[in-house]
T-cell receptor, first 114, second 114 residues
Framework: GQQLNQSPQSMFIQEGEDVSMNCTSS?????WLWYKQDPGEGPVLLIA?????ELTSNGRLTAQFGITRKDSFLNISASIPSDVGIYFC??????????????FGQGTILTVHP | NAGVMQNPRHLVRRRGQEARLRCSPV?????VYWYRQLPEEGLKFMVY????????ESGMPKERFSAEFPKEGPSILRIQQVVRGDSAAYFC????????????FGPGTRLTVL
C-alpha cells in the first residue's frame, strides 16, 4: 500500500528558530495536507495543497506541494512555545480504490525551548 | 460554528464487552471517516461513509468492527467483544461533498480495554 516517510522524527529547537520538515512517497498524491496534533486532541488542519508546485502560507507556516507530486515540505518561521506538538503530513489520491482515504506520515515531534 | 463532535472522549471497557463510539460531523458535511491511532504512531484509515452507505471499509478489521452513518443521527463505530489490542485513540473526520480530501478531525475517543 501507499506509505509516507516523514522526517525528521523529532526536533528540539530554540524559540525564534525556523523549522523545516518533509514527507516523501514512492507514489503520487493529488492532495497534500499538513496537520498539527496536541496531546489528547485530534489533528488540526494547518495547510491544504491541491496542485503540484503550489506554495501556500498560513501565518508563519509555509508548505509546498512537490513538482513530482511525491513530496511536500512544511516550514515554520520564528518558532514560539505554542508551536510544540506533533506535525503530520497526509496525502490523498483522487479516484480509484483509495478515494476518500488519507494516508498519514509517522509524525514529527516538535519541542521548542524558550 | 461547531466542528466535528465525538463522544465519549474516554471509554473504558473490559475484555469481551462492546464499545460504541459516536461522531457528529461538521454541519453540512456528508462524508465521514474513521481513523485509528496507536501510541506514537500516525493515523490509520479504517472506513469511509456517506449517509446510509459504506463507501470504503478496506481499513477495518473483518471481524468485530462495524460502522454506520444513518440518515438521521451520528455516525457510530461499533467494536464487539473488545480485546486489549483494540486500545487506541479513534478519530472521526468529516468533509464537504467535494472534495473528500480536505478532512476535519474531531477530538477523538480514547478507548482503554482492561
Amino acid at each position: 500500500g501507499q506509505q509516507l516517510n516523514q522526517s525528521p522524527q523529532s526536533m528540539f529547537i530554540q524559540e525564534g528558530e525556523d523549522v523545516s520538515m518533509n514527507c516523501t512517497s514512492s507514489s503520487i498524491f493529488n492532495t497534500w495536507l499538513w496537520y498539527k496534533q496536541d496531546p489528547g486532541e485530534g489533528p488540526v488542519l494547518l495547510i491544504a495543497l491541491y496542485k503540484a508546485g503550489e506554495l501556500t502560507s498560513n501565518g508563519r507556516l509555509t508548505a509546498q506541494f512537490g513538482i513530482t507530486r511525491k513530496d511536500s515540505f512544511l516550514n515554520i518561521s520564528a518558532s514560539i512555545p505554542s508551536d510544540v506538538g506533533i506535525y503530520f503530513c497526509a496525502g490523498h489520491v483522487a479516484g480509484g480504490t483509495s478515494y476518500g482515504k488519507l494516508t498519514f506520515g509517522q509524525g514529527t515531534i516538535l519541542t521548542v525551548h524558550p | 460554528n461547531a466542528g466535528v463532535m465525538q463522544n465519549p472522549r474516554h471509554l473504558v471497557r473490559r475484555r469481551g464487552q462492546e464499545a460504541r463510539l459516536r461522531c457528529s460531523p461538521v454541519k453540512g458535511h456528508s462524508h465521514v471517516y474513521w481513523y485509528r491511532q496507536l501510541p506514537e504512531e500516525g493515523l490509520k484509515f479504517m472506513v469511509y461513509l456517506q449517509k446510509e452507505n459504506i463507501i470504503d471499509e478496506s481499513g477495518m478489521p473483518k471481524e468485530r468492527f462495524s460502522a454506520e452513518f444513518p440518515k438521521e443521527g451520528p455516525s457510530i463505530l461499533r467494536i464487539q467483544q473488545v480485546v486489549r489490542g483494540d486500545s487506541a485513540a479513534y478519530f472521526c473526520a468529516s468533509s464537504p461533498q467535494d472534495p473528500p480530501d480536505t478532512q476535519y478531525f474531531g477530538p477523538g475517543t480514547r478507548l482503554t480495554v482492561l
